[in-house]
């Protein structure tokens, strides 16, 4: 069975940082695109972050350009993000995708989906 399990969401205050795990099992993704997407209460899934299978290429939202970074190790089928200078709006569920091309993620869906971790941060 093919899952995606993320981790280290919580709460932080305004101007922290966090850093998202997620690790995949059942399958290697090696060879695919990994991403990440958020969900903030009352608002459609948005786009965050996509990293290609060997990892030379990202796109990120516009809104976390600069402050996020996604990183992946594919001995350990995981993908990271790293995120920095978080704001209230940052606030949401942040999921972990996969599919084989980044631009498919870039464009918003994907095959694979994790589970979801909870990001608050506080003002």
């Known amino acids: 069975q093919v899952q995606l399990v993320e981790s280290g969401g919580g709460l932080v205050q305004a101007g922290g940082s966090l850093r998202l795990s997620c690790a995949a099992s059942?399958?290697?993704?090696?060879?695919?695109?990994r991403g990440w997407f958020r969900q903030a209460p009352g608002k459609e899934r948005e786009f965050v972050a996509a990293i290609s299978w060997c990892g030379s290429n990202t796109a990120y939202a516009d809104s976390v350009k600069g402050r996020f970074t996604i990183s992946r190790d594919n001995a350990k089928n995981t993908v990271y993000l790293q995120m920095n200078s978080l704001k209230p709006e940052d606030t949401a569920v942040y999921y972990c995708a996969a599919d084989l091309y980044t631009r498919t993620m870039v464009g918003g869906t994907a095959p694979y989906w994790g589970q979801g971790t909870q990001v608050t941060v506080s003002s």
């Open positions: 059942g399958r290697s993704f090696s060879t695919y695109a």
